[in-house]
């Protein structure tokens, strides 16, 4: 097959739309040539995100097709790499969670283990982040509109879901999830005819009660009103409503009798959202002529939860009254649940899944059901068994276990990096590409001049491409020779974006005073904040305003840059992680679950600067203390603080001058004069008065440890073989180690 027989057009007389079009028939007509993965046994990996990226290169590369047809379209006179850029990225998700959901669906379907992912079509995404006045603004993202029959299969199958008061009719689409040199796996997107881009109006504004119109517009619906909450069930009664009915059906025409579900299916509940499907598959069986005993064992048998967050505002709850109106169905099912629970445990309030103020406990139904309870790295499974889970855990012990996250290699370095991954090829050949673990075998060049001098040029080369890519996109242009410290991910004042700011504030005013770094620092952030999140948007037009600042003062610009990447997604990523030199994964200790991106850092060559949380901790472990740079209070010292109620921000700003006066130029005329003074002093008061994500007690140690870093920074040489030592251990944060482990004591597939 040849890129030609795709379209009836000679290729140089092609519009990009006609080319990329051909593309994207090309690469499925090639992925349903090898195959989908099979099995009696098969996973729904259920999630309300999967944040797969840009497809068009991923598959070509997984299909080993990509330098054929960048040939075939030179020959032609076309680039690729520019059709590349034409690609509208797919808006299925928001952060960490929804990135997981793509990289496990890569290893799946590399692995050859039949699954599929379902999930919901979001009409417009999360949003795409736009700034006007220094500040986010969300403008509906319409990547569907863009290419619905480029990336969508229609497959012909449709349920119908009951809702309280109306039914709506689902319609299933598929999109092939190519593996590696493997058969594909499948992603199985629902959606409704009758939703309506044109009930939006002003941004992302739209008439939350037309809910035939509405539920697929948008990931994760405004929910600071009853509306936007209610909305919320029913996305999510919808999704899993219909998950339940793929499965059972596929189950069925492969032979189960239903009794024996749990050896034809498996579920993966990916955090709270999907957590309804225990309730209506009780409910299916049930109404396919099950005991309530059984079902409920069966379900159980069937269903595995993992939780991604011990935020406990992000750990959900629906008032029983919302799902006695989007799914009145379920509600006998639940109290039924709740009432074993309280028979079972002598009426213990803290383990019950409906609270005595009417609240359902998502996450109570899925630990007392499911069969199996995985937390995401080592530490963050710890807390959850010894302090955030602890009643649960005692009740079901064997339960709870540790899954620590991993990333798919093809993309996250493969793709993205390829002046990297020629080097680690010419070095120990491309086995590490499907076993990850040979790349240990580059620490035999730890102390090769000519292997470190070229991992160094590799470096030096990514920052180039990824400035020339952000001067096309942003119209903003880098000083390639400075150090480029990153930091990107979901804004969240518990991954404390604020404590980099005041770092760079502090730098800024140095600078003033004639104190300066080693050599420049252009320091990038990549963040959305949701939209209702006051103090996320705080802190974005902090960051923006404090950027301008700089960007005009004659002294500080050629030492000190501040970059606030527009709509950080998936793409940008690609470009920017590959381009980083200094990882910050700066969350307060016990707060970030695992984090993925310290992984994809990692295995790009940029050395981590962190607390000691999530998967850092396992960073830690594995490249030894010589090769990260970690600071600040430990998960133990955190939760002792929260335990006690004595952490008072004051105190430290009364003792570190340098600290106050860093806070105190928030709200100086310098900063307020260009920028919107009521947002300023908001975060000013928000960290001085209250600081919830304790910044302040680890402020002089990040600065200490930056400094030490920006110093090691100018050995070259030693810089270079630490990002080596990072590379070779990345192994570990594989996603296909992961999802071995999941199939190895979770699914049995
Ligand atoms: C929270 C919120 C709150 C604001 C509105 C939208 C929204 C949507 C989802 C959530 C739950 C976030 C859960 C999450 O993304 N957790 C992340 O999961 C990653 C994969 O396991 C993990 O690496 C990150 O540490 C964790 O934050």
Redesign the pocket.
Known sequence: MRLQDFTDKPLDTCTDLELFNALMRYTTAAAEGRGYNEGKKKLYYIS??FLVGKLLSNNLINLGLYDAVRDELAAAGRSLAELEEYEHEPSLG???????AACFLDSLATLGLPADGVGLAYHCGLFRQVFEWGKQAEVPDLWLTWGRESFLKPTGRHYTVHFGDFDLTSTMYELDVTGYGSRCGRLRLFDVDSVDEGVLHSGIGFDKHAIAKNLTLFL?PD?SDDAGRLLRVYQEYFMVANAARLLLDEAVSRGSDLHDLADYAQVQIN?T?PTMVIPELIRLLVERGIGQDEAIRITGDVCAY?N??I?A??LETWPAAYIERVAPQLMPIIRDLDERVCAATDDDPAVRILDDRGNVHMAHIDIHVAHSVNG??AL?TKILEETELAPFYRLHPDKFNNKT?GVTFRRWLVECNPGLTALIDARIGEGWKTDAAQLERLLDYADDDATLAALAEVKQANKERFSSWLEGHQGVSLDTASVFDVQS??L?EY?RQQLSLLWAIRTYLDIKDGVYPQRPVTLIYGAKA?P??VAAKDIIHAIITLGRLVERDPDARGWLRVVMLENYNVTAAERLIPACDISEQI?LASK?????SNMKFMLNGALTLGTMD??NVEIAQLVGPDNIYTFGLGSDEVIAHYQKADYNPADYYRKDARLAEALDFLVSPAMVNDADGTMLSRLYGNLTQKDWFMTMPDFESYCATKAEMLVAHENERVWARSCLVNIAQAGYFSSDRTIRQYNEDIWHL
């Open positions: 309300a995100e928001n952060g960490g969670l929804g990135r997981l994760y929910d955090d959202h993992t991604h967050t935020l505002e992000a995401v790295a963050h996250n991910k979901r969240h991954k949701a209702a999140y969350s970030e679950a695992s984090g993925t999530g998967a």
